[in-house]
């Protein structure tokens, strides 16, 4: 696991460990909702001085598998239900402890010859960018995409799969690849503008679940975050980071 994506900090990431007084709370959240998260984690915290959440930032598929191994975790934010749904199907959650919070879009960046989907298919499109599918949502929203496009089969050998999107969003900047699919919100925060966004009944929907996570001795603490996550104040912040309403 690269050190650069799994982030595991307190709310204001700067060190250090919770006071005494203090309770703590672990949040696993999905990288696309690295900054927004970081606000939303550090509001909470001037709400409830006593809890300070830490923050643990990584692929979906990768959080879901460290809840299976016994990861301390009080509340996962995903940006896939079908890693949620595993959890439910192990018995980590309980079905009635989710909840989603947000939405996503999919888009396509690159460089000035990339205008549409099509393109990707073009010889001068060497290398795309995407999320690795078996572990991060992004990639397997992606590999939808370009299915119902008629391009997965065309596209494969070029391309460059990515442990996080925000990964793959690097790779674009650096001038790595000629193109990638990423989300929305990232490309926001890259500050690249999109040539294409997915729409249509074929592409998936993107959906953000947070679910509680059976720990009990913290419950109540997880519960209050879980709340106010889906607070006016929380979808403000996440609007405005380029989120979508549920």
Known sequence: MRAATLVLCAVSCGGGRPGSGESRLMVSAAASLRDAVTTIARDFSARHPHTRPQLNFDSSGSLRRQIESGAPV????????????????????AAGDRRVFAKNRLVLIGGPGVRALSDLGSPSVRRIGIGNPKSVPAGRYARAWLQAEGLW???QPKL????????????VRR??????LVYATDAKVARIEP???????EVPEILYEAVLVRSLARRRNAGRFLEYLLSDP?????????FLPP
């Open 74 to 93: 009080d509340v996962f934010l995903a940006a896939s239900a079908e890693d949620v749904d595993a959890l439910v199907r192990s018995g980590n959650v």
């Open 153 to 155: 089969d065309t596209v």
């Open 160 to 171: 460059v799969l990515g442990e996080d999107v925000r990964h793959v969003t690097s790779y």
């Open 175 to 180: 001038g790595e690849v000629d193109a990638a």
């Open 195 to 201: 040539a294409v966004v997915a729409a249509g009944d």
């Open 234 to 242: 929380a979808r403000r912040v996440l609007l405005d980071a380029g």
